[in-house]
């Protein structure tokens, strides 16, 4: 009986500890339209920092690749470009 228990707590402590690995980080990759010169990447990544969640992004060209907490949706990325007068697309 004891150590049934003991197995079953492991057990659970196994799942909760993979289901918060499953929900860390995902990265999200965008493309980004309008951006025409020097001071628009660096624009389009301070906004998507804005983002809650989001942990860090980068901007190269016309990509962004995003790393955030598994519950940023991808609309939040694109909306937070938008509102800095860019377009973006997420790139599967
Ligand atoms: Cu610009």
Redesign the pocket.
């Given at each position: 009986m004891q150590k049934q228990l003991v197995m079953a707590t492991i057990g659970v402590l196994a799942l909760v500890f993979s289901v918060t690995v499953w929900a860390g980080e995902r990265t999200v990759n965008l493309k980004v339209d309008g951006?025409?010169?020097?001071?628009?990447a660096p624009?389009a990544k301070k906004a998507v920092e804005k983002v809650n969640g989001v942990k860090s992004a980068n901007v190269e060209g016309d990509r962004a690749t995003v790393v955030a907490d598994e519950t940023v949706q991808d609309a939040d990325l694109v909306k937070a470009i938008a509102g800095v007068g860019f377009s973006a697309t997420v790139v599967h």
């Open positions: 951006m025409s010169c020097a001071m628009c624009a």
